[in-house]
């Protein structure tokens, strides 16, 4: 019972500190922010849509990426804004406003989107 009154103060102190510092700025340590983003913009959603990339796909960062991640070197990161581009024409087009078309649409989870429906079992 005495550890359980020691601990429990010490676990909302690091909760504390742990919560009540501010987020990076621009998503990377050190403050500075993304380079060469032409598509996406630089805000807090980026990391997150980059995971959703991964997922939709079934792939990891380094698919797209270099290790420097704002180079071009790869061009599967031109088809992806390329890809890009083509879901937010698409989306455009919903008088709702709401995202109807995202990568996994087509790609199921895999680099090649699905053209056809899978075979009857």
């Avoid at 991964?54 to 390329?82: F, I, W």
């Avoid at 087009?93 to 709401?98: I, L, V």
Wanted: proline fraction near 9%; include cysteine.
């Amino acid at each position: 019972m005495r550890l359980l009154r020691l601990l429990v103060p010490m676990m909302m102190m690091v909760g504390l500190v742990l919560f009540a510092q501010d987020a990076p700025k621009g998503g990377k340590k050190g403050g500075a922010p993304p380079k060469n983003l032409k598509i996406l913009p630089a805000d807090a959603n980026l990391i997150p849509t980059m995971r959703g990339f991964t997922q939709a796909l079934g792939v990891q960062c380094d698919y797209c990426h270099v290790q420097d991640r704002s180079s071009d070197e790869n061009p599967k990161k031109d088809v992806a804004r390329m890809m890009l581009t083509m879901a937010k024409d698409i989306n455009s087009k919903f008088p709702d406003g709401k995202t109807h078309v995202t990568c996994y649409t087509c790609h199921r989870g895999s680099t090649e989107p699905a053209t056809q429906p899978p075979a009857a079992q």
